[in-house]
């Protein structure tokens, strides 16, 4: 396998500024109301988008740690086509997906109007704040190549 600079450990001021803007979207995602569970799952969907194997193992697991069901994360790649996830989940998973694929819709009036509709103005930055931080992990993880091992 390919060795990479390890972006995290090259320049740890630079990550400890990222881990610590990750806290800080964390407590505004808990003051917002935003589920655990639900934070984990943004956290995998952004990932899968961005196919960050090191993120996903990790996020996969403390999301079941954390008492979500295998069913729901088998189908979160499809949320849309699913009745699994309520209308507070489908709206910051449809935020998150925007976000992180911000250079094919920027995103677009019609998600954010269906987001406006049932999170908060709190609920809604805190879902924009994790989704840039975990979008900021997977280019991290991704780069450096992080290893993903049985």
Known sequence: ??????????????????????????EAADA???DPKLRELLKVRASQLNGCAYCLR??????????ETTDRLAV??????????TAVERAAL????????V????VPRGVYT???AVLSDEQISAVAWLSAAINMFNRIAITSRYPVKP
């Open 76 to 85: 979160v790649a499809a949320w849309a086509d699913s009745e699994y996830f």
């Open 32 to 34: 917002a109301g935003i």
């Open 94 to 101: 449809a935020l998150c997906e925007s976000i992180t694929m």
């Open 1 to 26: 396998m390919e060795t990479r600079v390890n972006l995290s450990k090259s320049d740890p001021a630079a990550y400890a500024a990222l881990l610590a803007m990750n806290k800080a979207a964390s």
């Open 58 to 67: 990790m996020h996969t697991r403390d999301a079941l740690k954390l008492g």
């Open 103 to 106: 250079s094919v819709d920027h």
């Open 114 to 116: 269906m987001a406006s």
